[in-house]
């Protein structure tokens, strides 16, 4: 696996535990921006590791839509 994308793995890692501690403590804005970084980083790494680059943007759904005949995300 390229290094760029365990490196957005990692972030998205980072970013879930910064979500779940702001969530414990009350902080919940801060919490739902960092889970909002946490799936868009999580997206990115699966786009990059299948397709081999990512789009720009922000939008979850329309990263999702990029990688979802790819991949099976159970929700």
């Known amino acids: ?31 739902c921006f960092a889970a909002q970084q946490a799936a868009e980083k999580a997206l990115k790494s699966l786009i990059l590791h299948v397709l081999g680059e990512y789009p720009r943007g922000h939008d979850l759904v329309k990263l999702y ?11």
């Open 1 to 31: 696996m390229r290094d760029e994308v365990l490196n957005w793995i990692a972030e998205a890692r980072a970013d879930l535990r910064h979500a779940e501690n702001s969530y414990r403590i009350g902080d919940y804005n801060w919490a």
């Open 65 to 75: 839509r990029k990688i979802r005949d790819y991949i099976e995300i159970k929700l």
